[in-house]
Nanobody, 115 residues
């Protein structure tokens, strides 16, 4: 299993970013995918999840109505569209899946929201 995140950057407050996670080594379309984030000195927290068909999604209250998770099962990729970014969104963002009782993480991509 390999998860590779991309798209992190420095962005001003109010700006937007679209993160991508390219997955390989498993049947992507069969598993729920999630994005987590970890701010400096804080625990890693769930941001959003998307179920296999893409029709069911869950969001942390702190990002609801600003972030959108989506997936393209043909491309084995999950996305996180982030709008109206705030300084408190600054964190390393990780892609996650759970397969056969094993948790898998990518290496993360850094998002910095600052003026």
């Amino acid at each position: 299993v390999q998860l590779v995140e991309s798209g992190g950057d420095l962005v001003q407050p109010g700006g937007s970013l679209n993160l991508s996670c390219a997955a390989s080594g498993f049947t992507f379309s069969s598993y729920r995918m999630s994005w987590y984030r970890q701010a400096p000195g804080k625990e890693r927290l769930l941001v959003a999840s998307i179920f296999t068909g893409g029709g069911t999604t869950n969001y942390a209250d702190s990002v609801k109505d600003r972030f959108t998770i989506s997936r393209d099962n043909a491309k084995n990729t999950v996305y996180l569209q982030m709008n109206s970014l705030k300084p408190e969104d600054t964190a390393v963002y990780y892609c996650h899946c759970y397969i056969a009782s094993v948790t898998h993480w990518g290496k993360g991509t850094l998002v910095t929201v600052s003026s």
